[in-house]
Each structure stands twice: as structure tokens, then as C-alpha cells.
């Protein structure tokens, strides 16, 4: 078997003890005799990987249940682009987004077909290379919620700090840095991912909210399924949710604890990035970051070479140094080194090799 250091940005690489495991207990979970693919949503077996899976998310994000609440729900983080105003924006009122990357700006593109938003800042004037500063954010009046994006997985630029709203709920598409670093979670009312970066496969999305948020939930949706309500009512199991992609987070949930929880992890995601950054700032202008220093993103890491020709070349050569996936997004282009917190410290070390020796060859 060759494993590879895999850089894509979602799906992405998973944790090998994980991937082990689920081997492991795929023909006969525990004694079961069937895998749990083939078991139902509404067995004990499955109920308690449930229960399981939401309070170790809730362990790791530091998150008290009396407070808060884990679903696990479908369609991706997209749909919750869409179920976060149905539920949470009531006719009238007004919502506060702050544009800094593609997710971002789909989140509020869905969000206007649905009520009032308010755009609080945009960073696409400058390619969303930044991330905007407390005293340039503009709220409105008296925002419903204020929407974030903490980690902007196309440009790779991160939020460096927890915006101050006032009395707004703070709701955050975490999909690309959710548990990668030591952030104070409960200084959001909402927070959503889809699991397919640092919590498992594709499939399952997971979103935590705080439950006097949930209470304010509308109740008048024209789908149950788009209910917020219905599916903490539920347990997450009003309808068969995506049961594999559940017990794979409960899997990957139990890693990040035994790697020794978010503080452990967020120390290894600094050494990791700063092996690749510290290339990028030493390579004499070989390499160049799309990001602001200040802004830097320790999950995606993205930047340019001196022209296209030189960027297929390293993408074409890396595979055969056993990395793949670090391809640029078209929208700015060159490289991007996606390092969730599955990408071993090896995988950085590997890669920062190969962009040194690529320099001296091409340079
Ligand atoms: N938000 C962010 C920050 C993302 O990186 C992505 C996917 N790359 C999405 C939202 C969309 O997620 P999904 O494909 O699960 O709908």
C-alpha cells in the first residue's frame, strides 16, 4: 500500500487510524454482524454512535450541552447558506454578512433571495487577500445575526479574531477550520461545517447552535426537513440522515481527542503552516503568498510561482513526489496547500522540501 500526503481542499485527508478503524468494523460492527452501512438509523447500535458523535463534537469545542445543541444534517454547508436565514431571519428584521471569499458571498447570495441583508464589509476589492479590521466593520441597526466566514478555504485567508457584535448572534461557516485552532467557540450562537475538511466525509454536515438560538427558530417552513426545530427534535434522525458519514465523525472526533483536543492540534496547524510559509517568505520572490501576512490561513495555504508555466510544472511534478491536490483554485490560481488537521506534520515537512528544491531547479 502507497499513501499518498494528500493537499486537496475537501474531501480531504482523514486521519490513517480512522481509516483503519472503519476497515476494521465494516463487515461486522461490534459483534453485529452487518456493517453499519446496512444498519438501521433507528438501532441502539446507531443511536449511540449518534449521541456519541454529538457530545464529543461539543467536548472538543469546549462547548457545555446544557448550552448547545449538534445536528447533523445534509446538503452540504451550501443548504445552510439557505436554511440559516429561513430560520433565523424573521420578516422584517435585518441580517449582517461580511463578504470575504467565494463561500462567503453564496452564503449571502442565498440569504437576499430570503430577507434584508446588509453587506458589514467586503474584502473583494482587494481579491479577498485580507480580512477586514474590527473598527471597518459596519453594521446595520440591529442585526437579526451577523454572518462570518473564519477561514476562506479559495484564497487562504483566515479571520485572526472573533469580531465583536454586540448583542447580534454570531453565526460562522467554520467548514474549513472548524477545531483546527484554540478559538473561543462560545462567543458564537451558531457555528456549521461541512465535515468533509476536519471532521470526516463528504456527506454530513455539522452545525452547532446555541439553544436560546434555537428557540427563536421559525416554525413556519415550507419543509420540515429545511426546520431547524424539527431535526433537534429529532435527534437528528427525522429523516435517514447520512448514517456512515455520522459514525466516521464519531470516529474522527475521537481522534482529535486522543491527538489531545484542539490546543494540541492548533499548536501542530502553527508548526505545520509556518514550515510552508517560512519557504514562501525565503524563497527571494520564487514564491508568492495570495494572502496578507496578517490574514494568513493555517489550513489553506495559497500562492503563486513566477507564471502558469512554472505552476503546472510543480503541479505535475509534485505527485511524483507522493503529494497531490495542489492545484489553485481558478479564481487565484497558482498553488494551494490545504493542511486540515489529518495532514501530518510529515506531509508539511515533505512538501516544504519539494518547493525548496523546486526554487533551486527553477529559480
Ligand atoms: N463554506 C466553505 C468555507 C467551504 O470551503 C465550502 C466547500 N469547499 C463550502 C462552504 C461548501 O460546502 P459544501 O460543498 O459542503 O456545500
Redesign the pocket.
Known sequence: MTRVYNFN??PAVLPLSVLETAQRELLDYKGNGISIMEMSHRSAQFEEINREAESLVLENAGLAAADYRVLFLQG????QFSMIPMNLLPSGATADYIITGS?AEKAYQEAVKLGSIHVAASTKASNHSIIPRQEELQFSENPAYVHI?T???IYGTQWPYIPDCGSAFLVA?M??DILSRELELSRFDLIYA?A??NMGP?GV?VLIIRKSMLEQASENLPSAMLSYKIHAENDSLYNTPCTFGIYIVRLVMQWVKEMGGVKALGALNRQKAALIYDVIDNSGGFYRGHAAMVARSEMNITFRLPGAELENKFVQEAPKAGMIGLKGHRSVGGIRASIYNAMPLEGCQALASFMQEFARRNG
Open positions: 481542499p475537501g452540504g454547508a451550501s443548504l463561500f466566514t477561514n476562506n478555504t461557516d467548514s474549513s461541512g468533509q475538511k463528504a454536515t
